[in-house]
C-alpha cells in the first residue's frame, strides 16, 4: 500500500522557521494537502493542492513541491503553531488516500 | 453555520457491528464528496472511505474493505458509515470531513468507537 513519510518531530524557537517534509513516490503527479491537529481537536486545513493557502490561515504558512517531496513552511513560527501536522495525498490511481504519519511542532 | 455532527459511537464486542453517522447543516450537502478518517488513541490520522456526492464512487481503506460500507442520504443531508466484523484494531475517534475537491476543509468533532470485550 502507498506510504507517505515525515519526520516524527520538528523543533524550532519562537520566530524561526519550521519546515516538515512529506515524502511519497505519487507526490509529482498528485496533489498534497496539509493539516494541522491541536491538542483534544479536529483537524484543520493549512494548505491544499501543494501550495495554496486556505482563506484565514495565516499568511506564515505556506507550502512547496519538488519531485517526491513536499514541504511545509511556517515562517516566524509562534507558539499557537505547536501542534502535530499531517501531510495527506492519494495514490497514482486517485483510489487510495493516505495522510502521513505526522509531525510533532514543538515551538521551545 | 457550516457544520458536521457525527454520532453512533460507542462500546462494542469485537465482531460486532456499529452504524455511524454524520449530519450536516449550513452548506448544500449534495454537492459535496464525503469522506471517514478515525485516530486511534495516541495515532496519527487514518483515511477511511469516500463517497462522492451522487454515491457513484466509493472508496475503502485496505484496513476497512469488505467490513465496513459507506452511504449518504441527500435528501436527509447525513451520510453513514456501517461498520461490521469489528476488531480491537478499529477503536478510534471517527471524524467525517467534507471533501470541496481543494482538499478536506470542514471537519466533525469525532464520535469514540471503542472495540473491547
Known amino acids: 500500500s502507498y506510504e507517505l513519510t515525515q519526520p516524527p518531530s520538528v523543533s524550532v524557537s519562537p520566530g524561526q522557521t519550521a519546515r516538515i517534509t512529506c515524502s511519497g513516490d505519487a507526490l509529482p503527479k498528485q496533489y498534497a494537502y496539509w493539516f494541522q491537529q491541536k491538542s483534544g481537536q479536529a483537524p484543520l486545513l493549512v494548505i491544499y493542492k501543494d501550495s495554496e493557502r486556505p482563506s484565514g490561515i495565516p499568511e506564515r504558512f505556506s507550502g512547496s513541491s519538488s519531485g517526491t517531496t513536499v514541504t511545509l513552511t511556517i515562517s516566524g513560527v509562534q507558539a499557537e503553531d505547536e501542534a502535530d501536522y499531517y501531510c495527506h495525498s492519494a495514490d497514482s490511481s486517485d483510489t487510495y488516500w493516505v495522510f502521513g504519519g505526522g509531525t510533532k511542532l514543538t515551538v521551545l | 453555520e457550516v457544520q458536521l455532527v457525527e454520532s453512533g459511537g460507542g462500546l462494542v464486542q469485537p465482531g460486532g457491528s456499529l452504524r455511524l453517522s454524520c449530519a450536516a447543516s449550513?452548506?448544500?450537502?449534495?454537492?459535496?464528496?464525503m469522506n471517514w478518517v478515525r485516530q486511534a488513541p495516541g495515532k496519527g490520522l487514518e483515511w477511511v472511505s469516500y463517497?462522492?456526492?451522487?454515491?457513484?464512487?466509493?472508496y475503502y481503506a485496505d484496513s476497512v474493505k469488505g467490513r465496513f460500507t459507506i452511504s449518504r442520504d441527500n435528501a436527509k443531508n447525513s451520510l453513514s458509515l456501517q461498520m461490521n466484523s469489528l476488531r480491537a484494531e478499529d477503536t478510534a475517534v471517527y471524524y467525517c470531513?467534507?471533501?470541496?475537491?481543494?482538499?478536506?476543509?470542514?471537519w466533525g468533532q469525532g464520535t469514540t468507537v471503542t472495540v473491547s470485550s
Open positions: 463517497i462522492s456526492s451522487t454515491s457513484s464512487t466509493k
Open positions: 449550513g452548506f448544500t450537502f449534495s454537492s459535496y464528496s
Open positions: 470531513a467534507r471533501d470541496n475537491s481543494d482538499g478536506m476543509d470542514v
